[in-house]
Structures are given as structure tokens and as C-alpha cells.
């Protein structure tokens, strides 16, 4: 049996490898997608730990429709949150062009979230004459289309920017964008 040396940089080197597993872990586990991002976000782990948190992207948005997570929120605390509660966003790409860090990416893909059309609540199935969620709809033929007068979802082609929930006239909205 031989005996194994131990020295002060072996001791840091062990516990900064652990470390390092044990943050890698952490970070997997809490960097569970639960805001909407802006527009053109890059995956949320690399989000987290690339963000500067300098709220330019929070500043150039013309329509105030970013925020930044609060402190309770642990990890995501300072990174920018889409606003899509009372509003839709534009995908006018302002908070894109204002992003130092390459979070937020011009060749990124749109993915804010996906739309669900809840039938029960839609006046066009309920006999009515309704299509804002249609007419309003950047993705207009391909997200959402019409059959027969009444809308129907793609999720596939929907960016999730929530502008079909924002001018439905239904209280609560006949569709909602949820988190992807």
C-alpha cells in the first residue's frame, strides 16, 4: 500500500472539481424554463450563465415589455422576462440589436412559447362571428389558419409572441401561450 501525497493544491484542485459538478448539477436542475424570454433568447442554462445582466435589452424595448426577475428568484435574478400578460410582443427585435453579451442572437430561432386555442371559450366555435386571433396573427396561414370561419392552431410555425391571446375579445382569452 502506498501512500498517497496530499498536498495544499491537490486539496483545492478536488474541491474545485467538485465544485464545479456540483454547480453544473445545480444549474441543470433550477435552469428549468419558467419566464418567457425575449425574442431570439439563446437556451436558458447558457442565458443564466452568459446574461450580463446589464438591462440593455430591458432599455431598448419600445413597447416596455421587458422586466427583470427579482431577487427571490434565485439564479434568474437580473435576467430580462417577456411581459405577455396585458400585452404582445412585436418582434420589432430592439432588445436583440441592444445585446452586448450574445444572448439574445439575430440568427436564433423565434421561440417565445405556443399558443392553445381553447374551443369552449372561442366565439367562433360557439356560433359567433370572431377572427381577431386570425387577422392579428404574424404568422398569419401558417400558425393560425381558418376552417370554415373558426381558427386552427399550427403549433408548429407559432412564435408564441401572444398576439392572438391579446386581441381576443373573450374574458378569459380563448387562447392562451404557455411556456415551451
Same mark, same amino acid.
Not at 433568447?41 to 435589452?57: A, D, H, M, P, V
Not at 430592439?94 to 445585446?99: E, G, I, Q
Not at 396573427?137 to 381558427?151: I, R, Y
Given at each position: 500500500? #502506498? ?63 421587458? #422586466? #427583470? ?28 440589436? @441592444? ?6 442572437? @439575430? ?63 373573450? @374574458? ?9
Amino acid at each position: 500500500m #502506498t501512500e498517497e501525497k496530499i498536498t495544499r493544491r491537490g486539496v483545492f484542485k478536488k474541491l474545485s472539481n467538485g465544485f464545479t459538478s456540483a454547480f453544473a448539477s445545480y444549474l441543470e436542475e433550477k435552469t428549468k424554463k419558467i419566464f418567457f424570454r425575449p425574442p431570439k433568447s439563446i437556451e436558458e442554462e447558457l442565458l443564466l450563465t452568459s446574461c450580463k445582466r446589464c438591462g440593455g435589452c430591458i432599455e431598448a424595448c419600445p413597447h416596455n415589455l421587458l #422586466t #427583470t426577475a427579482e431577487a427571490k428568484t434565485g439564479v434568474y435574478y437580473g435576467t430580462p422576462i417577456l411581459e405577455l400578460d396585458d400585452n404582445y410582443c412585436r418582434l420589432c427585435y430592439s432588445c436583440v440589436d @441592444a445585446c452586448s453579451t450574445g444572448v439574445l442572437k @439575430a440568427e436564433a430561432e423565434v421561440n417565445l412559447g405556443k399558443a392553445k386555442l381553447i374551443k369552449d371559450r372561442c366565439l367562433a366555435y360557439q356560433g359567433g362571428l370572431c377572427a381577431q386571433c386570425y387577422y392579428n396573427c404574424p404568422q398569419q396561414d401558417k400558425a393560425l389558419v381558418l376552417n370554415s370561419g373558426k381558427p386552427s392552431l399550427n403549433s408548429e410555425d407559432c412564435l408564441g409572441c401572444g398576439s392572438c391571446s391579446y386581441f381576443c375579445p373573450q @374574458a378569459p382569452t380563448a387562447i392562451k401561450v404557455k411556456l415551451i
